[in-house]
């Protein structure tokens, strides 16, 4: 057994640098990256690995990307597919690796798309759009959609829409790859519900809110056909008072389940819970600053003893120690630069 060896994928904007992925060795002793290699792609504003971690999907100016993952974690670039819309900005495969989810921010459009036995994008099997108007009649208050994602008995396809104020729930059809609309999670109004996360085993779904700072934790369940979900608890990320401008930006577990991290603008900071793995609550570990603006993503490496913020308005990373007994963060070294850095995948390369 030799030690286990990462790579981080960092998907990035364009304006300035054509590589819109960055690939970096990451240094499990110290806790920092090494560049290894960047890919050409526009506008990389989102990516995800399949589920047999062989192929790595991200959003580009025009549609999606398909790219195989190469045994020393480089990329070798399989082709591309229209979205038939607007730039997306989240991109997600579903549970046996046959369709790919994308979501539309700016025109509140939901793309399905099958994937080939080899892992490139095929045909679109579906889209969306979705409807309505919120609250207010502004920018923010029609639909965009931020993310989709679907439930880990690949059954509910579950997309925010950050405009709407809701979460809807479509039963996806795994062979012809068509959504219908099964249920609606309803959100605070105007909290702009942004991404879910969906505990290991399934049985919990967390829904971050960007505007209003919180995150909604819900049991679901599946009962012949009808799904299930029961809120449980709500807890804030940052707290929202008058004249601030804090917005939540980030959702991710570490790697073993027992973290769930998030972060916030405006205050630029992190915030760590423990994760019951019994009933789905969060207990605050730590809200600490993450010494950058606009911590867009950010990830605990897979060891859970350093952390990494992608701060997308600074243009760098910026890299700690972690100790999850004690609820501290201490800086580790100097930032890197990375031109507005969206977000991160650590990824495991084969023994």
Known sequence: MGKEKYVAYVSTYTQKDSHGIKIYDVDMEKGRFILKNEIEISNASYICTSHNKKYLYSITDFGVEAYRILADGNLEKLNFASINGMRGCYVSVDYSDSFLFV????DGKLTVLRLNE????GEITDEIYHKGLGTIAERNFRPHINCARMTHDNKYLLVTDQGMDHVNVYHFDTQKGKVKIADVVRSEMESGPRLIKISKDGRFIYVLHEWKC?????SYQDRNNVPYFEKIQTVETAKMSKGNNNASSALSFSADYNYLLTTNAGDNSVVIYNVNQEDGTLTKNLALPISGEYPKDAELF???????????????MTFFHVNLEAGTIIMNGPGLKVNVPN???FCKLPE
């Open 302 to 316: 897979p060891n859970n003893k350093f952390l990494v913020s992608l701060n997308h308005e600074s243009n760098e």
């Open 214 to 218: 919180y995150i909604d934790v819900y």
């Open 118 to 121: 080899d892992g490139s994008i």
């Open 343 to 345: 977000c991160i995948i």
């Open 103 to 106: 979501a539309g921010y700016h």
